[in-house]
């Protein structure tokens, strides 16, 4: 079972190496079943097609596994505490995998309707990950009780976008500190909005 996880882990870690530098197109199977030490037959008997080891890679190395163990730490978290750390994490993960955000975004209008579908199932599946996190803090009398769905996105989006601005237009480094003051100037705004409620000195 261990060598079996291993390959596994081998031939994910590959494919993301690999499209991260040569884009999905680019990567073939021989490449990433080469850089991972093991036999192309291989690769074809444990994810069958390269659709199949790319939707394996996006579920495995993107922020949606760290988000599903984050809403639960945050469970009892203050609202506010529970966003920021999951919007510092969701830019450090970013951060770390830029080069493949780079490509993803490069690519994106040539991939395989099958390879499309799968990103924009991870984005939604992100997305409703967050909703229903709100949505169980509206019920506990937390939030407005307005429908969370279109803020869950919104939340995830305009992180992406200072992200893409900052990382991948500007090429600036986004270091933690950096992070950390997007992530608090998003949550202030994302939890109040940006309009006197008349109570403010």
Do not use: C
């Not at 030490?37 to 949606?64: A, D, Q, Y």
């Not at 988000?67 to 830019?91: A, H, S, T, W, Y």
């Amino acid at each position: 079972m261990i060598e079996v996880d291993g390959t596994r882990r081998k031939l994910l870690e590959a494919t993301l190496e690999l499209i991260s530098s040569k884009g999905y197109h680019g990567a073939t199977t021989r490449e990433i079943a080469s850089r991972a030490g093991v036999s192309e037959l291989t690769l074809f008997r444990r994810f069958g097609k390269k659709e199949r080891l790319f939707e394996e890679m996006i579920r495995s190395f993107t922020f949606l596994p760290r988000l599903k163990d984050l809403i639960q730490e945050m469970e009892d978290k203050p609202l506010e505490e529970g966003l920021k750390n999951i919007g510092v994490r969701f830019l450090q993960t970013l951060r770390l995998r830029r080069s493949l955000v780079r490509i993803l975004l490069t690519e994106i209008s040539r991939y395989p309707r099958q390879v499309r579908t799968i990103h924009q199932q991870m984005i939604d599946n992100q997305a409703r990950t967050l909703e229903d996190f709100l949505e169980k803090r509206k019920g506990r009398g937390e939030i407005r009780p307005l429908d969370m769905n279109l803020p869950a996105y919104a939340f995830f989006r305009i992180l992406f976008m200072s992200f893409l601005h900052e990382s991948i237009l500007a090429e600036r480094n986004m270091n933690d500190d950096r992070i950390e003051f997007i992530v608090d100037e998003v949550v202030e705004t994302f939890l109040n909005g940006i309009a006197f409620t008349g109570n403010e000195v």
